[in-house]
C-alpha cells in the first residue's frame, strides 16, 4: 500500500508491517491476484516489491510504478530476482509513463486506498489498459454494516487515519468505484483480514475487472 505523496517516515514502517500481514495470509492472496496474468502488466503502487515474486511466466514485461523514493529503491532491488522482466519507475497513479491501451492489464494491489483521488487514478488505469484487458485488485473496502462502517467512517472524516497510514483512507467502496471507472468486475471476493493480531479485521476484496 502506497501514497502518491513522499511519506519517507512511513515507507521506514511499512516494510515490517507488510511482512507481518504476508505472515498473516497475504502472500497466498497476492498469488491468487496474479493467477493467469499473461502479456505486458502495469503495476501501480509497487511498493517495495512483494508481488513480484508471484507474477507467472506468461507475463512477459510489468512496469511496476512507485512514487515513495526509498520504496522505489527497495522494488528495484526486488525486480532483480523476480522470474520476468519488471522495470520500476517513478510516477503516480494519476499520471502512468504508458501509452494509450499499452498494457494487457493493470494490478492494484493495497494502494486503491491511498490515492488522493481514486476516480482519477482508476480513470487512467482506463486509459493505458487495452480494451478488453484486465484490471486485477486487492484492497480494504468499507464495511457493509454498523458499527464498524460507521467507526471507520469517522476515522477516515476527521483525518486521524489518513495522518496515521500514510494517506491510506478506511471507508473507500472501490468496488463501485472500479465499476463506475468503466471496468466490469468478472469475478470478486470479499473476506475480512487484518495485518496482525492487534489490528481489527477489515473487508477486503480480490478480483478481477475487464475494461469495457
Known amino acids: 500500500m502506497t501514497t502518491d505523496l513522499p511519506r519517507p517516515r512511513f515507507a521506514r514502517m511499512y516494510p515490517g508491517a507488510a511482512e507481518r500481514a504476508e505472515r498473516r495470509g497475504a502472500t497466498e492472496h497476492r498469488r491468487r491476484l496474479l ?12 511498493g517495495h ?11 512477459t514485461a510489468v512496469v511496476a510504478v512507485e ?3 526509498e520504496l522505489r529503491a527497495a522494488a528495484r ?11 520500476v519507475e517513478a510516477g503516480v497513479a494519476d499520471a502512468l509513463p504508458l501509452a ?3 498494457a494487457d ?3 492494484v494491489s493495497l494502494v486503491l486506498c491511498s490515492v488522493p483521488d481514486q476516480a482519477t487514478a482508476l480513470a487512467e488505469l482506463r486509459r493505458v489498459v487495452r480494451p478488453g484487458g484486465e484490471l486485477r485488485f486487492y484492497e480494504h473496502v468499507v464495511p457493509h454494516h454498523h458499527p464498524k462502517r460507521g467507526l471507520l467512517q469517522l476515522a477516515d472524516r476527521t483525518g ?9 483512507h478506511v471507508a473507500r467502496d472501490t468496488g463501485a468505484a ?3 471507472a468503466g471496468f466490469t468486475i468478472e469475478r470478486s471476493e470479499r473476506f475480512g483480514f487484518s495485518a496482525s493480531a492487534l489490528e481489527p479485521r477489515v473487508p477486503h476484496i480480490l478480483g478481477v475487472a475487464r475494461r469495457r
Not at 493467469?36 to 501501480?44: A, C, I, Y
Not at 516489491?49 to 507467472?56: E, M, R, S, T, V
Not at 486521524?160 to 491510506?168: D, E, I, K, N, S
Request: glycine share 12%.
Open 35 to 46: 493467477d493467469g496474468l499473461s502479456g505486458r502488466v502495469v503495476e501501480v503502487g509497487a
Open 49 to 59: 516489491g512483494l508481488n513480484f515474486a508471484h507474477y507467472p511466466a506468461a507475463v
Open 67 to 69: 512514487p515513495e523514493p
Open 77 to 87: 532491488e526486488a525486480a532483480t530476482r523476480a522470474p520476468v522482466p519488471v522495470r
Open 100 to 102: 494509450d491501451g499499452e
Open 105 to 107: 492489464a493493470a494490478v
Open 160 to 168: 486521524l487515519w489518513p495522518a496515521l497510514a500514510g494517506g491510506c
Open 178 to 180: 472500479i465499476e463506475a
